[in-house]
């Protein structure tokens, strides 16, 4: 599988003052770009490489809306009709297909049905082991270490391979819009973004470059405690059974989401996956994964952090993960044709960072991996004036 790409246009930055310039055109970038066309907008996006190659395309396509909290699943829910609004213009493959929770024990179950209380029946649809397990395509004799499970319905699927460039072709044809692609920025002041290929003007300058805002403002960044969290992550080929669009999460999964790990069964299921699978809490494993419409079926993941991303994957990693992922398909081995690294900016200071790094330049980077899920969501809030700057 490839990027979906164009022949790259050549490059000619506006000679005219643009109301907004956008540095990044991964999919946050993307959105507020969006957003500003929608709201009449004359719109520059500089972005350093020739297409989105970064965090946008590198994961699972998953909007996960139902598994967050707070301001975070307000922002989700935002970002939600977001994705179909920029679906319907640019034409995206945008399932609402939603997610299904896997439970394999009881403690697992009692996670989904404490969820289920504080949301309602309608947001967490408690699932059978027969339901769970004909959604994963598992015969009916292959059922017994199910328990059963929970369809998410408000989280929707995008294929993360063609949902940046697709939105990024969508905007080169609005007028007012203009795409430099393969433009390296220098440096940034109030009113002006400097290039490698001169400088860019605008009122208003939007910095969304997630992990690399530390190349241009390290200072903030490290005060913050940006750093980069590199995936193992495959595609792989399906089984012939199984056809869900819907992502499917593991228990593991509701390990690293904050409205599964408030509910009051969270620490004993932390204590029971520590007790039989210790080594996928050691690689801070996500064991999920999400089948495109092409049928291929990408999984993952593990953590790992560090301010410069290292290049090598760890095979013995990338093995566990495919044999979780086997398991819970419920097949003997899964087939890989397509491995790669993930990356995405984390911190533990917070999910968000939102700063006014000069008069009329703000800088927004989603640290954990939920920036698909937020994209839109905050390109509203920023419009709007309720997004809030980080401390």
Do not use: K
Not at 63 to 85: F, I, N, P
Not at 106 to 132: I, P, S
Not at 165 to 176: D, E, I
Not at 367 to 380: E, N
């Amino acid at each position: 599988m490839t990027l979906a790409t164009a022949p790259p246009a050549p490059v000619s930055l506006p000679r005219d003052r643009s109301d907004l310039v956008v540095v990044g055109a991964g999919i946050v970038g993307l959105a507020h770009a969006v957003e500003a066309v929608r709201r009449g907008l004359r719109v520059t996006v500089v972005e350093r490489d020739r297409r989105p190659v970064g965090a946008s395309v590198r994961n699972f396509g998953h909007c996960c809306v139902t598994a967050q909290r707070g301001e975070l699943l307000d922002l989700a829910t935002r970002s939600r009709a977001g994705w179909l609004d920029a679906a319907a213009r640019a034409g995206l493959w945008a399932p609402e297909a939603g997610a299904l929770v896997v439970a394999r024990s009881a403690t697992e179950l009692a996670v989904l049905e404490e969820l289920r209380e504080e949301r309602g029946a309608d947001a967490v649809r408690l699932r059978t082991r027969d339901e769970t397990g004909d959604a994963l395509g598992r015969a009916a004799d292959d059922r017994a270490d199910l328990a059963g499970g929970a369809l998410l319905p408000a989280d929707l699927r995008v294929n993360p391979r063609e949902a940046a460039p697709q939105l990024a072709a969508w905007l080169a044809r609005q007028p007012g819009v203009s795409i430099a692609w393969g433009t390296n920025v220098t440096g940034v002041e109030t009113g002006t973004v400097h290039t490698s290929r001169g400088p860019v003007h605008g009122d208003q300058i939007l910095l969304c470059v997630g992990h690399d805002l530390d190349r241009l403002y390290p200072d903030e960044a490290a005060a913050h405690g940006i750093e980069r969290c590199r995936l193992s992550m495959a595609r792989i080929e399906a089984p012939a059974a199984f056809r869900s669009d819907a992502a499917i999460l593991t228990a593991t999964s509701m390990l690293r989401y904050d409205a599964f790990t408030a509910t009051p069964s969270a620490a004993a299921l932390r204590a029971e996956v520590n007790g039989h699978s210790a080594e996928l809490l050691d690689v801070g494993a996500n064991v999920m994964f999400t089948r495109l419409s092409d049928g291929s079926v990408l999984v993952g993941d593990s953590h790992a952090y560090d301010t410069t991303e290292v290049p090598f994957q760890d095979e013995a990693v990338t093995a566990l993960l495919l044999r979780e992922v086997a398991r819970v398909l419920g097949v003997p081995e899964v087939r890989v044709t397509e491995r790669w690294q993930g990356v995405y900016a984390s911190s533990r200071r917070g999910p968000l960072f939102v700063r006014d790094v000069a008069t009329g330049v703000r800088a927004v980077s989603v640290t954990s991996g939920v920036g698909m899920t937020l994209s839109f969501g905050l390109a509203a809030a920023t419009f709007e004036g309720t997004l809030r700057a980080t401390a």
